[in-house]
T-cell receptor
Framework: NAGVTQTPKFRVLKTGQSMTLLCAQDMNHEYMYWYRQDPGMGLRLIHYSVGEGTTAKGEVPDGYNVSRLKKQNFLLGLESAAPSQTSVYFC????????????FGPGTRLTVT | AQSVSQHNHHVILSEAASLELGCNYSYGGTVNLFWYVQYPGQHLQLLLKYFSGDPLVKGIKGFEAEFIKSKFSFNLRKPSVQWSDTAEYFCAVNAFSGNTPLVFGKGTRLSVIA
């Protein structure tokens, strides 16, 4: 039982390049989330999904797109990377909202030069 | 909209000192409250949570938190910290009912020195 895994762990992009971050969970969770963590800013929700085939915007969605084609995977895309997107990205999943705990992945450190 | 305030950005304590980290939230309805911990270089892990019942909640590693509804607070405490408690601590809240995502505070960095 791997829990929540993220690929890749590190990445360096040039401004304007695109990339996709992959999140996978093996706990049969309905909900999945993408956060970014920046110093002094805590975790900010980018997008989330309440089930296969559904996505919703979070607090800071601009410049990102997501897809949830399979229940176990949640993809985060950057179409045209900007230096402001330099951050650590965490994926999380939970059974449902409310009282259910979120399980976090190990994070992806992205640098955009 | 919900928001979470963590008053202390960085707390430095000696080993065996007592810890209290403040967390206040703004939301008019019933809430679920969480404390997560992030050890250096690791992902977030749940320390404890409150959703109903006894307002004093006990979590892992000797941590506890008290929900005071009248003060909109959910402060984290530990009687005696250890060097291994060095980490960043995040308070989070969501609405008790309905499908609303967690809102996190900005975090408090705890450094425990020997």
């Amino acid at each position: 039982n791997a829990g929540v895994t993220q690929t890749p762990k590190f990445r360096v992009l040039k401004t304007g390049q695109s990339m996709t971050l992959l999140c996978a969970q093996d706990m049969n969770h309905e909900y999945m989330y993408w956060y970014r963590q920046d110093p002094g800013m805590g975790l900010r929700l980018i997008h989330y999904s309440v089930g296969e085939g559904t996505t919703a915007k979070g607090e800071v969605p601009d410049g990102y797109n997501v897809s949830r084609l399979k229940k176990q995977n949640f993809l985060l895309g950057l179409e045209s990377a900007a230096p402001s997107q330099t951050s650590v990205y965490f994926c999380a999943s939970s059974y449902y909202e409310g009282t259910y705990e979120q399980y976090f992945g190990p994070g992806t450190r992205l640098t955009v030069t | 909209a919900q928001s979470v305030s963590q008053h202390n950005h960085h707390v430095i304590l000696s080993e065996a000192a007592s810890l209290e980290l403040g967390c206040n939230y703004s939301y008019g309805g019933t809430v679920n409250l969480f404390w997560y911990v992030q050890y250096p270089g690791q992902h977030l892990q749940l320390l404890l949570k409150y959703f109903s019942g006894d307002p004093l909640v006990k979590g892992i590693k000797g941590f506890e938190a008290e929900f005071i509804k009248s003060k909109f607070s959910f402060n984290l405490r530990k009687p005696s910290v250890q060097w291994s408690d060095t980490a960043e601590y995040f308070c989070a809240v969501n609405a008790f009912s309905g499908n609303t995502p967690l809102v996190f505070g900005k975090g408090t960095r705890l450094s425990v020195i020997a």
